[in-house]
């Protein structure tokens, strides 16, 4: 068991979805046992990034099967982004997003509320303005695309980004790539069709700029800012010093996150895997990954996401530039870390701390993230010792493929639990696949962010 207080070898008593126990047990004659010898206990996977289509693309993919998905992968818990279609963009709609949630999701759940260029009084009624902020169930920040992405919400003049940062409450998740410059530099790449020019597009200064500009607006108006999916080493650099886990001198708090696609895959794997790779912003050279690992390892970066964005194959076909932007990525974020872990990158506890217990503290969610007495028994067993190699036929996200295919993994998933109820398994030798054991809406509630 991976737990607040080490790792070690012992028994979990969960009773009213709630771990009650640790230790050397005994069970008793009425309880159910789960068999887990040779397996690693983990905190659930809190994915504070995904984008489940929902609702518009609900061909590519909805809440329920997203959350499926999520179980898969070990994830008990995640943060749905709003460029939906049509956005989600007012209490209205972020209140329909819940209720489509409470039913057909299979795990925790929790939305941002997409900022527009003239919806401030939206967002006032989400999560309230400065010294009166609001605490609803399910909202978890304002999102704000401040270089095109993926949908039509942009926020690139500067005067609306003030407001926003000025004259509301919460947090805010800042999409941080530079509009202008994408423009401007998408003339230059006139006439090319290679992958490679993906990332000469939307180059590292283009990021760095729109960073700098958001952690300053935070900086003077003493907010609370977390810079999403970082990619490349010149943001990383940028970037020591002033994000951490708590409030800063000058009341502004700023954390940050990057992705397992951004640890892993390279140039190199561009030139193999061509538009599948396609995301926004891209991922990078070699020299980019070395320097995540390092200041992930620093706690520059604080947290992993997915950016879970799952598009077509036939889409992703397309070639440069016409395919979509995005992957798929919840099923396997957790095996990769875990893969990772095996081969020295890092530490299992590190993955614990990466991918749940930091999430917790980044958005405030209690009782979750950590094996301890009192927490919510949102947990998943992985196998460490036995491996498979990701396929296409195996995903459960809608579109039917994943990005790391091909790839032998460590550390898949054999149970998740939610609030201590089973909601997967599988077995590596006879059902790679696995098996959802609960209803649509059975497990999973709204999360609150404190």
């Not at 919460?170 to 006139?190: N, P, S, T």
Request: with cysteine; aromatic share 6%; proline share 4%.
């Amino acid at each position: 068991m991976v737990t607040g207080n080490g790792t070690y070898e012992g028994d979990c008593r969960i009773a009213d979805g709630r771990i009650v126990e640790l230790g050397e047990l005994t069970a008793a004659s009425d309880e159910k046992i789960i068999e887990a010898s040779g397996l690693h206990l983990l905190p659930g996977i809190i994915d504070p990034q995904v984008h489940f289509r929902e609702p518009g693309r609900t061909e590519l993919e909805n809440l329920e099967s997203g959350s499926k998905a999520a179980a898969s992968g070990g994830v008990t818990s995640f943060l749905d982004m709003p460029n939906n279609v049509p956005a989600v963009t007012t209490l209205s709609a972020m209140k329909d997003k819940l209720q489509s949630a409470a039913s057909s999701c299979i795990v925790n759940h929790g939305f941002f509320i997409g900022a527009s260029t003239d919806n401030i009084e939206d967002l006032h009624e989400c999560v309230g303005r400065p010294g009166e902020g609001k605490n609803i169930s399910g909202i978890c920040g304002i999102k704000i695309f401040m270089g095109s992405s993926t949908g039509d919400l942009l926020v690139d003049d500067e005067k609306v980004l003030e407001r926003i940062f000025s004259e509301t409450a919460g947090l805010i998740a800042v999409h941080a790539e530079d509009e202008d410059r994408l423009v401007q530099r998408f003339k230059l790449m006139k006439g090319r069709t290679d992958m490679a020019a993906h990332a000469e597009w939307r180059d590292s200064e283009t990021a760095l700029i729109a960073t700098k500009l958001a952690v300053g607006m935070a900086q003077k108006h003493g907010r609370r800012l977390h810079v999403l999916h970082l990619s490349s080493a010149l943001e990383a650099d940028w970037l020591e010093g002033k994000t951490n886990l708590s409030i800063n001198e000058d009341g502004a708090w700023i954390t940050t996150e990057t992705l397992p696609q951004y640890l892993t895959f390279d140039q190199h794997d561009i030139d193999v895997l061509g538009t599948r790779l396609k995301m926004n912003p891209p991922i990078r050279n070699d020299e980019d990954k070395d320097v995540l690992w390092r200041r992930i390892h620093d706690g520059t970066i604080q947290c992993i996401a997915t950016d879970h964005a799952p598009h077509s194959l036939a889409a992703k076909s397309k070639g440069w530039p016409e395919a979509p932007s995005g992957m798929p990525g919840v099923e396997t974020s957790l095996p990769v870390m875990l893969t990772h872990a095996v081969n020295g990158m890092c530490t299992i506890e590190d993955v614990v701390l990466w991918m749940s217990t930091n999430v917790t503290r980044i958005y405030g969610i209690d009782n979750k993230g950590v094996i301890a007495v009192g927490a919510d028994a949102d947990l998943v067993l992985v196998d460490m010792h036995n491996s498979m190699v990701v396929k296409d036929d195996n995903a459960w996200t809608k579109v039917g493929w994943n990005p790391f295919i091909g790839r032998e993994l460590f550390g898949w998933p054999i149970m998740t639990l939610v609030s201590g109820t089973p909601v997967f398994e599988r077995d590596l030798a006879t059902d790679p696949k696995g098996s959802i054991l609960v209803s649509p809406g059975q497990t999973g509630t709204a999360l609150k962010m404190n």
